[in-house]
């Protein structure tokens, strides 16, 4: 995924670490846990922490990460992705908060039945996490599965929202995830 550098940045602290925001004039086109996995390079963008979408993003992610929101009413842009990764990262869009649902299942909602390693692998790419809430889907019998940000973001977003998911780790992680207090402390 290519992101045009003339993009307006700002990082902000949340307690989850901190968070990098990049938009164009008119909307939302990125938002990373720093150094997560498949973040781009932003270091010839702009920083602008008065950008009016930065500002936006940045309140409304702080209620929401405070439990004082529950949806998201920014203007985003999905176009730095193919048209499949646009597919699926519009359908995540769906998964209502406190619901989650497994690969196959959004491999089915865009048509694509057979293609949940494709979906996994596009949901791995999404720019705009939490807002277009990668964090939703989990593996087979909700099971946890990666997360470019951290399964322990992972978890804390979880948690957060109320969403069922099973606490079995996969091999090398944690076998009890942090409570919501920790997670977001």
């Known amino acids: 995924m290519k992101f045009s550098d003339s993009l307006a940045c700002a990082t902000v602290p949340s307690a989850l670490g901190p968070i990098v925001l ?10 990373w846990f720093d150094g997560q996995r498949h973040q781009p390079d932003g270091s010839r963008w702009r920083q602008a922490l008065g950008h009016p979408v930065l500002v936006l993003a940045s309140v409304q992610l702080g209620d929401y990460l405070a439990g004082r929101r529950s949806q998201f009413a920014l203007p ?12 699926v990262w519009r359908a995540l869009q769906d998964i209502p908060r406190g619901c989650s649902c497994s690969y196959s299942a959004v491999a089915a909602a865009i048509g694509r039945p057979k293609a949940a390693r494709a979906v996994g692998a596009a949901v791995g790419r999404n720019p705009l996490g939490i807002i277009v809430p990668c964090h939703r889907v989990l593996g087979t019998g909700g099971a946890l599965t990666g997360y470019a940000g951290g ?9 957060l929202e109320g969403a069922a998911f099973a606490p079995h780790p996969s091999p090398g992680q944690p076998t009890q995830p942090p409570s919501p207090s920790e997670s977001l402390a």
């Not at 842009?77 to 646009?86: C, K, V, W």
């Not at 399964?151 to 948690?159: D, G, I």
């Open 22 to 31: 990049a938009a164009t004039d008119v909307a939302l086109v990125g938002l």
């Open 76 to 87: 985003l842009s999905l176009a730095g992705g193919s048209a499949f990764e646009q597919a």
């Open 151 to 159: 399964l322990a973001r992972k978890v804390a977003l979880l948690q």
